[in-house]
């Protein structure tokens, strides 16, 4: 790990999502789901482009919004259910922002998992990019699968338990030696945003 600390810049937890609010935070996520990150870009554009001065829309807004609206934005119909149930969770209250500063992330984890669509990968990130969390290790992202195999020289990409294994010296700093972790696996490959 230390040779890529050497090779890489220090990291920058700016990916499209510092400063965000939880809520714009976990819209962008959903739009973002298993797209390029080209195409998610244009497509978010697209629907805050359906709000005053292209903003993000309050949770009230979002669901005044006809879903045929946020379709023709180029929103796939599960994500758009996927928003609205967003929206539903943080105007009754079942996700409350509030307190996510006093939660650990495991906590964290538990109140966003409540809204469809959003698993551990996306909560991963959220975690991350969004709350700033130090010791984060995302077992189901395939960049850092296939950098902890570069990093240890394995035969195959590891799986969830031997990735924690593997990264536990990281501890408390994952977040960070995720960051070198996705530099790694990118060599050669522009396909981060």
């Avoid at 079942?94 to 698993?119: A, C, L, W």
């Avoid at 536990?168 to 960070?176: A, D, G, L």
């Amino acid at each position: 790990m230390e040779s890529l600390i050497g090779k890489y810049p220090k990291p920058e937890f700016d990916r499209g999502q510092k400063g965000l609010i939880p809520f714009n935070a976990l819209i962008r996520a959903i739009v973002f789901q298993q797209l390029s990150g080209k195409a998610a870009r244009t497509i978010l554009d697209r629907f805050l482009a359906l709000y005053p001065k292209g903003r993000f829309p309050t949770p009230q807004e979002l669901l005044d919004t006809p879903e045929g609206t946020i379709r023709a934005a180029g929103i796939s119909s599960q994500k758009a259910s996927y928003l609205r149930d967003l929206a539903e969770k943080f105007l009754d209250g079942t996700v409350n922002p509030k307190r996510f500063k006093s939660m650990t992330d495991e906590q964290v984890y538990e109140h966003v998992v409540q809204v469809k669509g959003i698993g551990p990968w996306t909560t991963d990130m959220f975690l991350m990019f969004t709350l700033g969390r130090p010791d984060i290790l995302p077992v189901g992202d395939l960049g850092i699968q296939k950098g902890i195999q570069k990093v240890f020289g394995l035969k195959a990409l590891p799986g969830p338990a031997e990735m924690q294994k593997l990264a536990k010296p990281w501890q408390p700093y994952r977040t960070i030696a995720c960051w070198y972790i996705w530099r790694l696996a990118d060599e050669g490959n522009n396909s981060r945003p």
